[in-house]
Structures are given as structure tokens and as C-alpha cells.
């Protein structure tokens, strides 16, 4: 079975400090995990996405996740926040278990960035 | 290349009204999602095609919503009739057969159900 859960509804931060968000998810098969990201009245970007190359993967603005099989886990994590990175996050999976692509996104995590 | 096209971007109706929202995908991409995003949720698929057949429609509501995708191409959602539970953002995506599954996303349509 498929699914993404995403550990934090919200999290705040101060400007300079790491972010972590962290997504967990479950799939039968050899999944594609991604990260997109929504600020306010905005639609969807992509950050970055897992396909079963590299496990450490680089996105864009400094964002990068790592892919742990063994923990089942692809956390989002940036060294130092910006204000601009205030937004929704989604943790998404896909895989082909079912005979056909099937996405999940997760929940949603918002990022507070306090100047 | 091209993004997804979606049309119209925003959308005022009475509830009881019908609506109907259309989407082009990226060209050559075989897969196309429709999704509703309420605000302050995450986006929710209604309805999942590959090619010109559906795959996954398990969270439409087919009593009042319904979707097509002629000869594998565009596609339109409808609804008919509106709930004020309705006014969401309906997005649409595609994807590919590259290994990464990725979804493009297309700018999505704002539905206001008064």
C-alpha cells in the first residue's frame, strides 16, 4: 500500500536557522518521491525529486532531502531559512504498484519563518 | 516546451449552477490528474487518466461531478450542480513515461460557489 505522512502541520523557524521537514512514507515497489512547495494564492513548484539515483538529492533554493530506505524516509532539510521560504510544503510518492502511476501527496507542513 | 493550459483560471457561480473546466496537457504526456484543493488543504485527486481511460476515480463524486479526456488529449471536468463545498482551487496535472513520474502542474482554476 501506498501512502506519505508528513510529521509536522506546522513549523517555525527563526531567519538563519535550519529547516527540517520531515515526510515518511510507505510503497511496495521502488518509489519516486518528490517535494513541492506552494506559497500563499500560488500554484505548485517543484523542489526537488528521488528517482532512485543519487539518496542525497539537491533542489532548488538550497533545499535538499535525503532518501533513507531503511527508515522509509525522505526529509526536506535547508541549512539556513529565508523569509521567502515561508510556504506549504508537500511530501509526495508515486509508484507503479497498482499497474499504473499512482501519486500520494501528504498532508502539508507550513513553514513559519520569524524574522 | 509548452506547460499545462488550464481555462478559466477563476470561476464565480450560484450554487445549483453548473461549471465546467478545461485542461491541455503537456504534448505526448499520457497521464492527466484532476485535483481539488480546498483552502488550506492539500491537493485531493478526483479523477486519474492514462491515455483516454480512467484509472483512478475512487474520490469523485460521481453524483454531481464528471470527467472525459477525448482521444487522449485535453481534458474537462464538470460539475453539475454546485455545492458552496465545491469552491476550491481544481488543479490539473500530467505526466509522462519518463522513469521519474514527475507531475507538471498547470496554474489551476479558482472556483467561488456563492
Known amino acids: 500500500a501506498q501512502s506519505v505522512t508528513q510529521l509536522d502541520s506546522h513549523v517555525s523557524v527563526s531567519e538563519g536557522t535550519p529547516v527540517l521537514l520531515r515526510c515518511n512514507y510507505s510503497?511496495?515497489?521502488?518509489?519516486?518521491l518528490f517535494w513541492y512547495v506552494q506559497h500563499p494564492n500560488k500554484g505548485l513548484q517543484l523542489l526537488l525529486k528521488?528517482?532512485?539515483?543519487?539518496?542525497l538529492v539537491k533542489g532548488i533554493n538550497g533545499f535538499e532531502a535525503e532518501f533513507k530506505k531503511s527508515e522509509t524516509s525522505f526529509h526536506l532539510t535547508k541549512p539556513s531559512a529565508h523569509m521567502s521560504d515561508a510556504a506549504e510544503y508537500f511530501c509526495?510518492?508515486?509508484?507503479?504498484?497498482?499497474?499504473?502511476?499512482?501519486?500520494?501527496f501528504g498532508t502539508g507542513t507550513k513553514l513559519q519563518v520569524i524574522p | 516546451e509548452a506547460g499545462v493550459a488550464q481555462s478559466p483560471r477563476y470561476k464565480i457561480i450560484e450554487k445549483r449552477q453548473s461549471v465546467a473546466f478545461w485542461c491541455n496537457p503537456i504534448?505526448?504526456?499520457?497521464?492527466l490528474y484532476w485535483y481539488q484543493q480546498i483552502l488550506g488543504q492539500g491537493p485531493k485527486l478526483l479523477i486519474q487518466f492514462q491515455n483516454n481511460g480512467v484509472v483512478d476515480d475512487s474520490q469523485l463524486p460521481k453524483d454531481r461531478f464528471s470527467a472525459e479526456r477525448l482521444k487522449g488529449v485535453d481534458s474537462t471536468l464538470k460539475i453539475q450542480p454546485a455545492k458552496l463545498e465545491d469552491s476550491a482551487v481544481y488543479l490539473c496535472?500530467?505526466?509522462?513515461?519518463?522513469?521519474?513520474?514527475?507531475?507538471?502542474f498547470g496554474p489551476g482554476t479558482r472556483l467561488t460557489v456563492t
Open positions: 504534448s505526448g504526456h499520457a497521464t
Open positions: 510503497s511496495s515497489y521502488s518509489p519516486s
Open positions: 528521488y528517482t532512485s539515483a543519487a539518496t
Open positions: 509526495v510518492v508515486s509508484d507503479r504498484a497498482g499497474g499504473y502511476q499512482k501519486v500520494t
Open positions: 496535472a500530467s505526466s509522462g513515461w519518463d522513469r521519474s513520474y514527475e507531475q507538471y
